[in-house]
C-alpha cells in the first residue's frame, strides 16, 4: 500500500513539475472560450459515465469527474492569463482534485487500512501543496531578482551618461529611463 501512495506521489510531484514555468504568450479569447465550453461538455459525458456505477464505484468516478473538471479549468484559466498566481492555482487545484479521488478510494476499506490510507493521501497532498507553495515562491524571488537585476543595469547606464553634457546627456538619460521604465 505505502508503495503504490509513494508511486503515485511521485507521478503526481513529477506532473507538477512538468508544468511550464512560464507562458510565452496567452491564448485567444475564442480559443478560451471553446476550450470552457469542451471542459464542460467533457465534465457532463465523465459524469453521465458514472451513471451506470454503483456504491462507491461511482462515487470515485463522480469524484474523479468533478477533479478533472476543475484541473481542466484552472490549467486553462493560467494558459488563458498567463500570470504565476494561476499557475499555481492550478497546481493546488491538481493536488486537492488528486486527494478527494485518494479519499474517496480509501472508503473501499474500513479500520486501521482506511486510516492509514487517509494519512497516506494527506501526505501526498501536502506534499503537492507544499511544491505549489515553492513554485510561487520561487517565481516570487525571481521576479524580485529581475526587477534588482533592472535596477542594476538602469545605475550603469546613468553613470554612462555622467561622461557626456548638455543635450547628450539630457538624451542619455531620458534613453535609460526609457529603457528601464523609470519616471
Not at 516570487?140 to 526587477?147: G, H, V
Amino acid at each position: 500500500m505505502t508503495t503504490s501512495f509513494n508511486f503515485k506521489a511521485s507521478l503526481i510531484v513529477a506532473t507538477l513539475l512538468a508544468l511550464p514555468v512560464a507562458q510565452a504568450a496567452t491564448m485567444a479569447k475564442a480559443d478560451y472560450t471553446a476550450d470552457k465550453t469542451r471542459i464542460s461538455a467533457e465534465y457532463k459525458t465523465d459524469k453521465a459515465a458514472c451513471d451506470a456505477l454503483k456504491a462507491n464505484a461511482k462515487d470515485i468516478c463522480v469524484e474523479e469527474a468533478k477533479g478533472k473538471e476543475k484541473v481542466a479549468r484552472a490549467e486553462l484559466e493560467s494558459a488563458y492569463s498567463g500570470k504565476a498566481k494561476d499557475r499555481t492555482k492550478a497546481l493546488e487545484t491538481k493536488a486537492k482534485a488528486d486527494y478527494a479521488v485518494a479519499k474517496e478510494k480509501c472508503d473501499d476499506q474500513a479500520g486501521n487500512a482506511k486510516d492509514v490510507c487517509v494519512k497516506e493521501a494527506k501526505a501526498v497532498e501536502t506534499k503537492a501543496l507544499a511544491d505549489a507553495k515553492m513554485n510561487k515562491e520561487i517565481g516570487e524571488a525571481k521576479k524580485d531578482d529581475s526587477a534588482a537585476k533592472s535596477d542594476a543595469d538602469y545605475k550603469v547606464a546613468i553613470e554612462k551618461c555622467d561622461a557626456l553634457a548638455g543635450d547628450p546627456k539630457a538624451s542619455c538619460v531620458a534613453a535609460a529611463k526609457s529603457k528601464f521604465g523609470k519616471n
